[in-house]
């Protein structure tokens, strides 16, 4: 019987405690991370992706956002970087964590069996992104040499780069690493034409490291004299070009699923989730922000947001310290 105890006392342990967990680390769930911690708020902030950043880092780093307040112009790159050194050591971050269950208890909800919470905020934007990946069986080591999202440019400086996709990340990367030293690019894509920017593919074409190969499909891909050794194959065309490459980067692009949302049980309209003016959805103590969150009158840009962070985390702030004095104003904090 003791020993029964124990071990339940044990299993309650290991169960990591906090005021709210924030779902998604986009550019919303971010903002919210930092505002909440201003407010005194422990928090847990998971992504489903090894990377924090959401659409303005997956989908458009390097295309300039003319309407987040105080900034003229900023790419979606350095926004990424503004918002993720204002949000560090201020949550518990949980990477690659897509978060699939949330079940109600007596002191508020238990995400994914091992996190207990006072109440939640979601914020998985267009939902959780995975890239398109590359088409060939590859091995442990062969992978580390592909990637699918890169991190620092400057870590491919002397390096000879295979680019593979067709829209406008493929040609922004190809563009960012052409411009390291030493670099040597070969852009490949399935098609003869490109989606991306014209004016990009043309800027490319121009610079004397970057070789441009349509229409490519990669056949074999091996490891050979420490390069990947990749087969592209010329569509129509049977005979393979062999190319060494030491890095490749995979732009096809993410897919988003927002579908875990229905299983958590808010009401939705048309996948989003309904939300009150407090930002709060049906179930008591979760609030959804972002492009998640649906309202009348809804616009889903980043401004409108980083607005609807401060009410949901002002609204759980009074919920969970109804006897606290609230400072509304950061510079009284
Ligand atoms: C090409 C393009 C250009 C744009 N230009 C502008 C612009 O100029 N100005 C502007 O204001 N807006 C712009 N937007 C819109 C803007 O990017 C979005 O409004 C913003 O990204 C929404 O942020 P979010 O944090 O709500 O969601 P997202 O950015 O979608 O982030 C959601 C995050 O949640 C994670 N996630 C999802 N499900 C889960 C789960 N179950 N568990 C854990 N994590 C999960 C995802 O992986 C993702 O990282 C643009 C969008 C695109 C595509």
Excluded at 145 to 164: C, L, M, N, Q, T
Excluded at 200 to 212: A, G, M, S
Aim: aromatic share 8%; net charge positive.
């Amino acid at each position: 019987m003791l020993k029964l105890l124990y071990q339940r006392l044990e299993e309650v342990l290991k169960i990591k405690k906090f005021d709210t967990a924030i779902i998604g680390a986009g550019p919303i769930g971010l903002f919210c991370a930092s505002f909440a911690h201003l407010h005194g708020l422990k928090t847990v902030t998971f992504e489903a992706l090894k990377e924090i950043g959401g659409q303005p880092k997956l989908l458009y780093p390097f295309k300039e956002i003319f309407d987040i307040p105080v900034f003229g112009k900023i790419s979606g790159q350095e926004l990424t970087d503004h918002l993720i050194d204002s949000a560090k050591d201020k949550t518990t971050f949980q990477l690659n964590h897509r978060v699939t269950s949330i079940e109600k208890n007596d002191q508020g909800f238990i995400i994914d069996n091992d996190f207990q919470v006072k109440s939640i905020i979601i914020s998985t934007g267009t939902g959780s992104f995975s890239p398109k990946k590359f088409p060939l069986k590859m091995d442990e080591t062969i992978e580390k040499r592909v990637h699918y999202f890169v991190k620092d440019p400057s870590h491919f400086a002397e390096k000879s780069i295979g680019v593979f996709g067709g829209g406008d990340s493929a040609l922004d990367w190809a563009l960012e690493l052409a411009k390291q030293p030493g670099t040597k690019i070969n852009l490949i894509h399935r098609r003869a034409d490109f989606r991306g920017l014209e004016s990009t593919l043309q800027e490319l074409k121009c610079l004397k490291n970057v070789q441009v190969l349509t229409p490519y499909l990669p056949k074999t891909i091996a490891i050979r004299n420490n390069q990947l050794d990749i087969g592209l194959k010329q569509v129509g065309q049977t005979e393979l070009l062999q190319k060494q490459f030491d890095q490749i980067i995979v732009a096809y692009g993410f897919r988003a699923n927002n579908s875990i949302v229905r299983k958590w049980g808010g009401d939705l309209e048309d996948g989003h989730i309904k939300v009150s003016r407090e930002m709060e959805t049906n179930i008591p103590g979760i609030y959804a922000i972002g492009d998640v969150a649906a309202y009348p009158g809804k616009v889903p840009v980043i401004g409108l947001g980083f607005g609807e962070a401060q009410i949901a985390v002002t609204a759980i702030m009074r919920a969970l310290f109804p006897e606290k004095t609230l400072t509304i104003h950061s510079t009284s904090i």
